[in-house]
């Protein structure tokens, strides 16, 4: 049996001003569309959204451009059996059995 989900995400193009370097730079930002729709249940914009996550990231926002509309299918069968074998990894190989 397949279990797949599919998410309908926006990627939204950013121009921000790094906190730590003080430097302009081209990020991309990438939320869900029940992100952008929680927001605006409470009454916030999604550019007050992407204002607020960026700046837990340490960016200031100069400039949001015009999102893409994407829509992602994941496998969550061969998700799980994928962290399965990274913490089996992690286990044998990166410290985990001390």
């Known amino acids: 049996m397949k279990s797949e989900i599919t998410l309908h995400l926006r990627q939204f ?5 790094n906190h730590n370097t003080g430097k302009e730079e081209a ?6 569309k029940a992100q952008l729709q929680a927001a605006s249940l409470v009454g916030q914009s999604s550019k007050e959204l992407i ?5 837990r990231q ?4 100069l400039a949001t451009g015009k ?3 994407l829509a992602v299918t994941v496998d969550l069968d061969k ?16 410290g985990g059995a001390e």
């Open 13 to 17: 193009p950013i121009l921000a001003r």
């Open 27 to 32: 990020v991309t930002l990438t939320l869900t």
């Open 51 to 55: 204002e607020r996550l960026c700046d």
């Open 58 to 61: 340490g960016y200031t926002v």
């Open 67 to 69: 999102p893409s509309k």
């Open 79 to 94: 998700l799980v059996e994928q962290q399965e074998e990274r913490d089996k990894w992690n286990y044998l190989y990166g």
